[in-house]
Nanobody
Framework: QLQLVESGGGLVQSGGSLRLSCAAS????????IGWFRQAPGKEREGVSC????????YYADSVKGRFTISRDNAKNTLYLQMNSLKPEDTAVYYC??????????????WGKGTLVTVSS
């Protein structure tokens, strides 16, 4: 059974940090690119960051560059998102998603249920 389970969300003050985790099961983890997405209240879901499986290349949305760091532990089948210098506009439900291939040009085919991050001002 393909599954992605996010954890690590919570309430944090502006300027604080959180680390999100996404535990994967049911597929060959290191074959696929995987990423983080978020959806703020009243807004469309947007891509935050993703990491390939082929060479570890990463992508970051402009809004999080320099503040967020994506990483993957292939031994633990786990994806991480270290979020520093958090801002109220980072408040959203954060989802991890698996791509259908090893690069970002593939569509996403498995989604987690999300974890809520709330940043207070």
């Amino acid at each position: 059974q393909l599954q992605l389970v996010e954890s690590g969300g919570g309430l944090v003050q502006s300027g604080g940090s959180l680390r999100l985790s996404c535990a994967a099961s049911g597929f060959t983890w290191d074959y696929y690119a995987i990423g983080w997405f978020r959806q703020a209240p009243g807004k469309e879901r947007e891509g935050v960051s993703c990491i390939s499986s082929s060479d570890g290349s990463t992508y970051y949305a402009d809004s999080v560059k320099g503040r967020f760091t994506i990483s993957r532990d292939n031994a633990k089948n786990t994806l991480y998102l270290q979020m520093n210098s958090l801002k109220p506009e980072d408040t959203a439900v954060y989802y991890c998603a698996k791509y259908a291939g090893n690069w970002f040009n593939y569509g996403m085919d498995v989604w987690g249920k999300g974890t809520l991050v709330t940043v207070s001002s």
